[in-house]
């Protein structure tokens, strides 16, 4: 296993050339140059790499990895002398921008990896911990490590920071094995608030952080429309459904783990509401609720991503169809379904289409309220679609 980055040097000393497909690439915008499209001598894993065409012109500076297919990523149209301190001062650009655009939470993302031209790393801040992932070998090297956590501090002056380590990523960076742990302070856990709402969040575990962050706008906006008896499908740890509890007659929320309903029943209690918990898979449930007659006025589907690479198009768009129609099928004449897809590979139009032919087989009409994304604090780079991934329409669903 090749020893990556721990001494990489600050300076550009290593050089990479693109091809012209690749130069094309750069030229329009997007950061990732593949591995097909460069040619790299002796280059160390996770260096800071001039970039250049075929020619020798520069183009720009980039992070290197030895063993991902995406072998470079941009990180400046300019050379780059000091690493370290040009991550430090991205982040405060990217907690800046949080500044103007996050609200109502103490809960949201500070750092997009790509969106906020720093590629492979992820902050979450939880209230008064924070949550790092570091994805790429550059960003795992010490002093990058330490640079952003100097300037984390030095911004938020958390209780904790808590590094939540995915074992399978580390292994396709070749990355040597690391556990999940606090990397600052004492603090892994916290209560966090989302528009008015008490969530408690454990570092140490659950999905993603913790939490599904990029929904906090949707949650709000689900509120608003949300009314009679609710249904939240794949509720988590009860995001939707505590939202809703306060507009709506009653909730249940179902999900296939149970310690996501765990934590869900704690942040009803926190809250000072009732919602009742199922854990159930979602397809059988949705089958035997839609045949048994049952009816709602609200149904949330948010399930996880079907379509994890290109290739599982077809199934996923199958998944999502009939979900779509059981749940439109239970939906009182004016109800409110809210669908997501958090799914990269489908896209805005591949969603609308597949909720639109469901309506068809459901002969069902639908208006669409609101066409939405993911929360602001997930920036979407118009020049790298891959930052854009959620999906959520709000439709009124009648006969
Ligand atoms: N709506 C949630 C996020 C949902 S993530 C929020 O806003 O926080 C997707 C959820 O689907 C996960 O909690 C996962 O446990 C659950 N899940 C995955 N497959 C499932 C299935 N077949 N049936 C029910 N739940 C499932």
Known sequence: MPNPTADSPNEAESSVKVSPKGSARLKAGHPWVYRSDITADNVPPGALVRVTDLHGKFLGTALYSSSSQIAIRMIADEPVKDLPALIARRIRSAIAYRKRFVADTDAYRVVFSEADFLPG?????????????????????????????????????????????????????????????????????????????????????????GSFLDQRENYAAAAQYAHGEALDVFCYQGGFALHMASKCSSVTGVDS??????????????????????????????????????????????????????????????????????????????????????SFHVSGADFVEVVSDAARDAHKSLRLIENRGQAKDHPILLNVPETSYLKCLMLFVSD
């Open 121 to 209: 790393l992820i902050v979450d801040r939880y209230n008064d911990v924070l949550s790092v992932q570091i994805l790429t070998q550059a960003m795992d090297a010490e002093p990058v490590r330490g640079a952003a956590v100097e300037a984390l501090v030095e911004e938020f002056k958390p209780s904790g920071i808590f590094e939540r380590v995915d074992a399978r990523i580390r292994e396709l960076e070749q990355l040597p094995p690391r556990a999940s742990g606090v990397i600052w302070g004492q603090k892994s856990s916290s209560v966090v608030s989302m528009n008015g709402i008490q969530f408690h969040h454990d570092g140490t575990e659950g999905q993603k952080t």
């Open 257 to 342: 783990s149970r310690p996501a309903l765990e934590i869900a029943d704690k942040n009803a209690a926190l809250n000072g509401r009732e919602v009742e918990w199922i854990e159930a898979n979602a397809f059988d449930l949705l089958k035997d609720y839609a045949s048994s007659g049952r009816h709602y006025d609200t149904i949330v589907l948010d399930p996880p991503a079907f379509a994890k690479t290109k290739r599982d198009l077809d199934k996923a768009m199958r998944g999502y169809k009939e979900l779509n129609l059981r749940a439109m099928k239970m939906l009182r004449p004016g109800g409110i379904l809210v669908t997501c897809s958090c």
